[in-house]
């Protein structure tokens, strides 16, 4: 006989409609322990997964998600939860590439659709700018580009395809790698690489973050990459965040770029009404990614 679905004490049950036993539901640190679980292995967690994965209500997660931030073991980001670190904890590449990177293509590649022919454009570190580079060697003009960038693992993934247009008797875009100081994330910073950017000026400049709220704008956790990244920003003409929704309401220990001067921002989930409110306000265009 089919079986019924239960709501009871913020779990969800099948019973046999015969009236059978009922598995007993979840505690609240059974829950909880699942949520840090999945927060340690893969940098965070959807509140959405939670309910599909443990068969529970979406209030109940968020309940013990509010739980978890009280104690001071998760960070509460749009939609679900990340690590508690302090604003000063610099993630390495390798752990930042590994997390959202369906959210990261597609926002690449949105970004990527707002480059013409010509265009000069500068990125700087970050696997959603990485991404963004990736999604640059696959437009039809490609070959007219100019990119600045003081990340390596852009600037490396930039100039193979360059080599390989070259090599199929392509046009190829110049790419520019600032010097810099190699942060944990990957990127060049510090004086060099700001001196490198105070006379240049380009159409577009792609810039990602740690970290991202309204009142703050993009931050980061490295104040000479905050440096860096504000001498990337002032080398545009239009300045483009790229972060997905992991990203809103994490702190950083420095902000780099205010909200008023962010012109597009994009992700690939809807922020919340307050946030679309105010990048509404402050003249930021919204794109989300599909």
């Not at 019924?4 to 015969?18: E, I, K, L, N």
């Not at 979840?26 to 322990?33: I, K, P, S």
């Amino acid at each position: 006989m089919a079986a019924g679905r239960v709501w009871q004490d913020g779990a969800m049950h099948h019973a046999a409609a015969s009236g059978g036993a009922r598995p007993a539901p979840m505690l609240a640190r059974q829950r909880q322990e699942h949520i840090l679980e999945r927060v340690a292995a893969t940098g965070g967690v959807r509140v959405a997964d939670v309910v599909e994965e443990l068969g529970i209500s979406e209030m109940t997660v968020r309940r013990d998600i509010t739980e978890l931030v009280s104690q001071g073991l998760v960070e509460r980001v749009h939609g679900g939860a990340v690590p508690s670190s302090p604003t000063s904890a610099e993630p390495r590449f390798q752990t930042k590439s590994t997390l959202h990177p369906d959210a990261k293509r597609r926002i690449g590649a949105a970004g990527a659709a707002l480059v013409r022919p010509g265009d000069s454009l500068a990125i700087s570190g970050g696997t959603t700018a990485l991404a963004l580079a990736r999604a640059l060697t696959e437009v039809e003009h490609f070959g007219t580009l100019t990119v600045i960038t003081n990340s390596l693992p852009a600037a490396q993934l930039l100039f193979d395809a360059a080599d390989a247009s070259r090599a199929e008797g392509r046009d190829a875009p110049s790419i520019v790698l600032t010097g810099g100081e190699r942060t944990p994330s990957s990127a060049l910073v510090g004086l060099v690489a700001v001196d490198a950017l105070r006379t240049i000026r380009v159409e577009w400049v792609f810039l990602g973050a740690h970290g991202f709220t309204p009142e703050a704008g993009l931050m980061t956790p490295n104040l000479m990459e905050a440096s860096t990244n504000q001498a990337l920003a002032a080398t545009g003409r239009s300045v483009v965040a790229v972060l997905d929704s992991s990203k809103w309401g994490v702190l950083g220990l420095r902000s780099f770029c205010h909200t008023r001067d962010i012109g597009v921002l994009i992700t690939e989930s809807q922020p919340d009404p307050a946030t679309v409110q105010a990048l509404d306000e402050a003249g930021a265009r919204l794109v989300i990614a599909t």
